[in-house]
Nanobody
Framework: QVRLVESGGGLVQAGDSLRLSCAAS????????MGWFRQVPGKEREFVAH????????YYSDSVKGRFTISRDNAKNTVYLQMNSLKPEDTAVYYC???????????WGQGTQVTVSS
């Protein structure tokens, strides 16, 4: 059974940094691309970043490009999201996800709250 566990969220001030982690189990981690998403209450879940299975290809939403960096450590079955220059509009619950058996993300973690105060 696939399990994704996010950690590293918290309350920070605008301009600060945070690093989120997502520990994966129950899958051949190095075989899958991984994604980060975020969601604000009342809004749809929003794509943040994706990293390919081997790591060299990364994709970002325009809203975080240049500030966030996605990376992975296949030896630790962990994907990271380094978030710099945080803004109040980055406040959300952040989820990691993986697509297994298709192109749609279908396995999600429980999420970690990030709150950025102005």
């Amino acid at each position: 059974q696939v399990r994704l566990v996010e950690s590293g969220g918290g309350l920070v001030q605008a301009g600060d940094s945070l690093r989120l982690s997502c520990a994966a189990s129950g899958l051949s981690f190095s075989s899958y691309g991984m994604g980060w998403f975020r969601q604000v209450p009342g809004k749809e879940r929003e794509f943040v970043a994706h990293i390919s299975w081997s790591g060299p290809r990364t994709y970002y939403s325009d809203s975080v490009k240049g500030r966030f960096t996605i990376s992975r450590d296949n030896a630790k079955n962990t994907v990271y999201l380094q978030m710099n220059s945080l803004k109040p509009e980055d406040t959300a619950v952040y989820y990691c996800a993986v697509a297994i058996g298709g192109k749609e993300y279908n396995n999600w973690g429980q999420g970690t709250q990030v709150t950025v105060s102005s």
